[in-house]
């Protein structure tokens, strides 16, 4: 067969749509017609003649891939020249084809929206005439479960969010191969989310803790107990409701039975006190879900989640999991495959399924993380990219390669291991330095061998609280156990607090403070070369990367060097407590202060633009409570040595000494404000 010539697309070319009918396609094709329109200044125009691109269903002469959501490219010699068909086995195989053309032709970046990168404006492309099969993901069911999302919550005034907020985030999971998604957590049944994402094609799946996606039953229900023994008949009518709801649709059905609010069912129902009641409960719950979704659903997909005591009862023997159920492992929170940590109890219990081990598995997995310890959620991933390919490829060389849902958060500050986490559910595996070259050669035209390092030396700055590689702090360390060190000692309280005993040990409150800022002090100097390093490559950076590389690096590099320098600052503080040097530890308490205020300075900085408000719900790290609750401590300081006029400290110490014998009361007793008095003490005392 004599080859076709290179197909050149420009503003002239003419598309021909003929997949017509499919809600999920016409959302598919509006993107290309924005991208069509971002490269060549108009949109494409459509026609039934003379197209020299044409999107259609697979017919049995064009060989398309024969799995699900295959696609193919396909060049034909035509009377006006050479035409490419764009072709999918299905209408995700459609989505797929359409939105390979739009990265490898159009040179559409998979997160264009999230790092705000334009595709290059083009008068003409040049296309090969070469035609491409795609090739199964590795990974059957991939996505991502929007959860402590609450940065997307605040970004605009709507609540619950509109398709302003979710229509990117759908979008960029489906340029990643995404193509099933948990549309956020609890958010109000009359949000948009979980229809659009519909609508755009993804499969949806559920929360562990909403079986079936029904409503929780305390919300249903209030005031009754919340006990499947005592009201069988209600639980199962609110699955009922929720089965007939999605019937239609594309669904990874979870069955599961916890709790309300996401703990044990046996910690409201302690009749249920062994090992063997807890499983046999759980396994005819299990069980009737699943008959229950037959009866309305041929050759349902379904799930359920291995995670916590759950996990723990399957693999004593006491769950049994009907045939053809995904079982899904989870990591700890921080990457690595065993059981997460609770309170102080972190038992590290291996979270695969175990050799010979039957039946289908999958893997849910953090990149980010909120559990009110150490985790990231505002700043990405604490430990290397290694961590990540080491444990999915060995989650998936033990079978559980199924399924993977990756714990995307807010999507902003995760973009990078959003990127590696896709490659490995498309290809299997990957090198870290060649996917991390590849990410950066993307988002940035120069300096990337400098942007490489800076990256690669994030994760070596962040803190190692404990003996294991996956014990790395997120920037939350700097908050949450300060907020708690705080309040423990406004409090008055002796002996430790057992809230810090998972980090610092079980020792006495000051040994544990002594412990925290150690810790804190010891990371300063690294972040604060680093962020030296990033600002100076910034310079050399045209305006819209320099701005790229603040919001997507340098603003976490920001909460880290803060958060240490601020917790840091708080440690110190107790210690001249303890000493009642109360001048010197109102001082430090104010840089916790100011610490911390530049953490918060450094979001609101990347809030601009179309960020405007994006951090505006910071409500899980919470900056603003950090910055209050240091404010409260240095006032408590003041009031030990300063009280009652808050005078006394500026007339020891900062008042002329000729002054303080001949002044009149009357004309010097405006106390100064905390920020003013403790810069002047700070030039007496240090």
């Not at 951090?615 to 919470?622: E, F, H, I, Q």
Request: net charge negative.
């Amino acid at each position: 067969m004599k080859p076709c010539e290179p197909l050149i697309i420009s503003n002239e070319s003419g598309y021909n749509f003929q997949a017509v009918g499919s809600i999920p396609i016409a959302h598919a094709w509006r993107m290309i017609v924005r991208d069509h329109k971002q490269v060549f200044g108009r949109e494409p125009l459509q026609t039934e003649e003379e197209a020299a691109i044409i999107i259609r269903y697979a017919q049995e002469e064009d060989d398309c891939p024969q799995w699900p959501e295959g696609y193919c490219l396909r060049f034909v010699a035509g009377e006006k020249g050479t035409v490419l068909h764009i072709i999918g086995r299905d209408e995700l195989g459609i989505i797929y084809g359409l939105l390979h053309y739009s990265r490898f032709v159009l040179g559409v970046e998979p997160f264009w929206f999230w790092a705000e990168l334009s595709p290059t404006r083009r008068d003409a492309i040049v296309l090969p005439s070469q035609d491409y099969d795609s090739a199964p993901s590795k990974v059957r069911y991939r996505g991502w479960f929007v959860n402590d999302e609450v940065c997307l919550i605040g970004w605009k005034d709507d609540y619950p969010p509109t398709e302003q907020v979710w229509e990117p985030v759908f979008e960029a999971l489906l340029r990643c191969g995404g193509n099933m998604v948990i549309p956020g957590t609890d958010l109000p049944r009359t949000g948009i989310h979980h229809k659009l994402a519909a609508e755009m094609g993804l499969w949806i799946t559920h929360h562990h803790a909403e079986p079936l996606g029904a409503e929780m039953f305390l919300r249903v229900f209030p005031g009754k107990q919340a006990s499947y023994k005592e009201h069988p008949e209600l639980f199962e009518q609110l699955w009922q409701e929720a089965i007939e709801r999605q019937k239609g649709e594309k669904i990874v059905w979870v069955l599961s039975f916890r709790g309300q609010g996401d703990k044990p069912f046996w910690e409201n129902d302690p009749s249920f006190n062994t090992p063997e009641k807890r499983g046999q409960l759980i396994s005819y719950v299990v069980c009737k879900q699943y008959s229950m979704i037959c009866e309305f659903v041929e050759q349902p997909v379904c799930s359920m989640a291995m995670y916590g005591e759950i996990a723990e009862l399957y693999k004593q023997g006491h769950i049994e999991v009907p045939e053809g159920v995904i079982k899904i492992w989870a990591d700890n929170g921080y990457g690595k495959m065993v059981s997460r940590r609770h309170g102080n109890l972190n038992h590290r219990v291996p979270a695969l399924p175990e050799v010979g081990d039957e039946g289908k598995n999958g893997v849910y997995y953090h990149v980010t993380f909120h559990d009110l310890q150490a985790s990231n959620h505002l700043t990405q991933f604490p430990s290397s990219a290694e961590l990540i390919v080491d444990e999915l490829t060995a989650a998936f060389a033990a079978g559980a390669d199924e399924y993977l849902l990756v714990n995307s958060g807010n999507i902003l500050p995760h973009l990078y291991t959003l990127d590696l986490a896709a490659n490995l559910w498309t290809y299997g595996n990957v090198d870290a330095e060649q996917q991390l070259t590849d990410f950066i050669g993307r988002l940035y035209s120069r300096q990337h061998q400098e942007i490489f390092q800076l990256y690669r030396d994030y994760s070596r700055c962040t803190i190692v609280y404990g003996p294991h590689k996956d014990d790395r702090a997120g920037e939350e360390f700097y908050h949450h156990p300060a907020r708690q060190m705080m309040g423990f000692w406004l409090q008055g309280k002796e002996g430790s607090d057992e809230r810090l005993c998972w980090a610092a040990g079980e020792g006495p409150f000051p040994e544990q403070v002594r412990w925290f800022k150690e810790k804190a002090e010891s990371a300063i100097s690294g972040w604060v070369e680093l962020r030296k390093r990033c600002l100076r490559i910034m310079k050399q950076l045209p305006e819209d990367e320099c701005r790229r590389l603040y919001n997507q690096l340098l603003v976490q590099i920001e909460l880290h060097l803060s958060g240490s320098r601020g917790l840091a600052d708080i440690c110190i503080a107790y210690g001249l407590f303890l000493e009642e040097d109360y001048p010197r530890a109102f001082v430090q308490a104010s840089h916790a202060v100011w610490s911390y205020q530049m953490g918060k300075e450094a979001l609101l900085l990347a809030g601009t633009g179309r960020w405007e408000h994006f951090y505006w719900a910071d409500w899980l790290t919470n900056l603003d409570n950090t910055i209050s609750h240091a404010d409260t401590v240095r006032r408590f300081l003041r009031i030990q040595g300063d009280s009652p006029d808050m005078f006394l400290w500026y007339k020891q110490y900062v008042m002329p000494e000729t002054e303080k014998h001949i002044y009149l009361e009357n004309t010097h007793r405006k106390p100064l404000p905390d920020d003013e008095l403790a810069r002047c003490l700070e030039k007496v005392l240090y």
